[in-house]
């Protein structure tokens, strides 16, 4: 549905990204994560044709973005990192104002503003005037505007940020609620936004990709295997021993808090259980056990810090 091939965009001396290649298809939901200044508002003003990139190509569903813009125009929603808010015109005056500049018929135009509204929880505002809003209902303006064409795909970028905690739950659900329906792209410096959202994630910084897979995937490049923490109540050397002994155990460490275990082991399914017997047939009385997988969050200072991870 989108391919970038090559984007290089230059601002006077300051490379703002380089080369970057990759491919959205269609009905995914797809993060763009990196800190501020990666490029991520760069990018998407370029997939949008807001912007020329200094070299490379972008498509949209087959369509070259600066050759067909039109064609490209009708099939994206953009909400920009600052809505395009005529904040002295009522919400449903500027949604049917967008809707029209966005080519939608006339005789569509009233249904189409309804269902912007509907999908955006906004019906209890849509007769006020969009200055008096507050930020999150300003901001839910921002991606009915981008939905009221009923595009193929959406590009949000940093749809939750300076939200509330209240308001940034409300936009991820509605995040949620496109799934399925559209494709989307969603940019971002906040890490439990992707978790929420999206399917695959894009890590960028600098300009360059340093990381793409699903959420599951970066995670299992970090570890390769997984840690298992155990706590009993009697821990003892035979114990230990013992389980060094399951299958696809790679490592045991006595842990921290009295009682913890901590295991190094193979990804296996079947593991859990094979240590959780073992320690019931011991008699070392099982406390807790939990699989410990790393956080985004971890994946993220890794790659962000050494590069590339692929
Ligand atoms: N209009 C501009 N003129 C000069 N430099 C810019 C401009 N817009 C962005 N940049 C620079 O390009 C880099 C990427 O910016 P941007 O795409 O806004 O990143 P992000 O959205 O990930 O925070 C930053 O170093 C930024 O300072
Ligand atoms: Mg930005």
């Given at each position: ?21 990759f ?11 990196g ?11 370029i ?31 953009f ?52 200055q ?18 009923e ?24 995040i949620?609620?496109?799934?399925g ?6 940019s ?13 994630i ?8 340093v990381?793409?897979d699903?959420?599951?995937g ?6 390769g295997?997984h ?25 045991v460490?006595k ?45 993220f ?10």
């Amino acid at each position: 549905m989108i391919q970038i091939r090559d984007l290089t965009k230059s601002y006077g001396t300051t490379t703002a990204i380089k080369d970057l290649n990759f491919t959205v298809n269609k009905g995914e939901v797809v993060g763009f994560l990196g800190p501020n200044g990666a490029g991520k508002s760069t990018t998407m003003k370029i997939i949008t044709g807001y912007m020329a990139p200094t070299s490379g190509s972008v498509t949209i569903a087959g369509f070259d973005v600066f050759e067909n813009p039109i064609e490209v125009k009708k099939r994206i929603g953009f909400l920009p990192e600052t809505p395009p808010l005529y904040t002295d015109m009522y919400v449903w005056d500027f949604l049917a104002y967008v809707a029209k500049l966005k080519g939608v018929e006339k005789s569509h135009i009233k249904s189409q503003v309804e269902m912007a509204i509907e999908r955006t929880h906004i019906q209890s505002v849509s007769h006020r005037l969009i200055q008096n809003l507050s930020k999150g209902f300003k901001q839910r303006v921002g991606i009915a505007q981008a939905l009221v064409s009923e595009p193929e795909i959406l590009i949000l970028d940093e749809p939750t940020v300076g939200l509330d905690p209240k308001q940034v739950a409300e936009i991820r659900d509605l995040i949620k609620e496109l799934k399925g329906k559209h494709t989307v792209v969603l940019s971002t410096h906040i890490l439990p936004e992707v978790q929420a959202s999206c399917e695959r994630i894009i890590i960028i910084n600098r300009g360059r990709i340093v990381a793409e897979d699903s959420l599951l995937g970066l995670n299992r490049k970090m570890t390769g295997n997984h840690r298992i923490f155990v706590r009993v109540k009697n821990l003892n050397e035979n114990l230990l021993s013992a389980l060094g002994g399951v299958k696809g155990v790679v490592d045991v460490k006595k842990g921290d808090a009295p009682g913890a275990i901590v295991l190094t082991t193979e990804n296996d399914e079947t593991i859990q259980e094979n240590i959780a017997t073992k320690i019931a047939t011991s008699g070392a009385g099982l406390i807790e056990m939990r699989a410990e997988d790393y956080s985004l969050e971890d994946i993220f200072l890794k790659v962000t810090a050494e590069g590339e991870l692929r």
